[in-house]
C-alpha cells in the first residue's frame, strides 16, 4: 500500500470531504548507476566551473534564470520563499466541465483519492454526481511548494486526480507544420473517398475494449532488459542479439494496396 503524499479536503461547495493523495503510478524505468569499468566503484558527477574548469564548492553555488544567451538572474531562496503559493490543505474545486473538453496533452500525472472514514458518504455524493452529469470537476491542489490545476475525474469506485499542466508548459501548435483536417486540405493532399472508406474499415476491424493488461501492451524492451540482467547476475552468457532486418529499397507506396492487405489481416487475426 503506497503512502500518502498529501492530506487533506476537498472543498465542494459548503462540503469538505477529508481525503489523502496516493500515487496512481509506480516508477518502472530502469535506473543505471555511473561506475568505473576497472573495478566498478560509483563514479560521481563534479560540479565545474564552465569559464574556469575548477571544481565549485556547494556554498559558492547559486541559482540562476537565463533571460537570454549568456545573461542570468540570480534568483535566491528568499526569493523563492516569497513567491511560494500558500502551502494549504484544501483541493478548492472550481468548475464541472465535459471530460473532452481537456485535450489530452493537458493530463500530466494521475493520483488515487482515498476518503478519510469522516468522509466517505461525501466522497460517494461527489463521485456519483460527477459520473452522472458525465463531468470532471477541475480544482486548485498545492503540492510541497506547487499551485496545480487538477481535474477529479468519477471512475468506478475512485476519484482521480489528474494534475494538469498550464497552458504556458506546452509548445505552441501553431510551430508545428501539420496537414489541416479540413475538407480542402484533405482533398489537397490527394486522399480518396476509397482510401478513406477502406481506413476507416480497418479501424472498425481492429476495434476492441482497452485492456491495458493484453500481453500485446506488455512493455517488451523492458522484459528482454530485465531477463539480461537476470542472465548476466547469474553468470550465465546472453543471449545473441537478434540479426538487424535487411534495409528495403525505396519504392512506391499504393495506400490502397497497403489498405486492403491491413484490412484482411487484421480479419484474419480477428477470426
Known sequence: MPRPIWKGT???GLVTIPVALLPAVQPRELSFHLLDGRDLSPVH???VSERTGDEVAWEHIVKGFEIEKGRFVVVTDDDLRAANVEATQTIDVLAAVCADDIHPEFFDAPYYLQPEKAGRKAYMLLREALASAKRVALAKIVIRTRQHLAALVP???LLLLDLLRYPYELRDVAELDVPGHDAAAIKAAGVTKAELELAEQLVATISKPFEPAAPEYRDTYRDDLMALID??????APAPPAPAPAAESAKVVDIVELLKKSLDDAKRARA
Open 10 to 12: 476537498i472543498s465542494f
Open 45 to 47: 558527477n563534479k560540479r
Open 155 to 157: 471512475d468506478g469506485d
Open 231 to 236: 542472465r548476466k547476475a547469474a553468470g550465465t
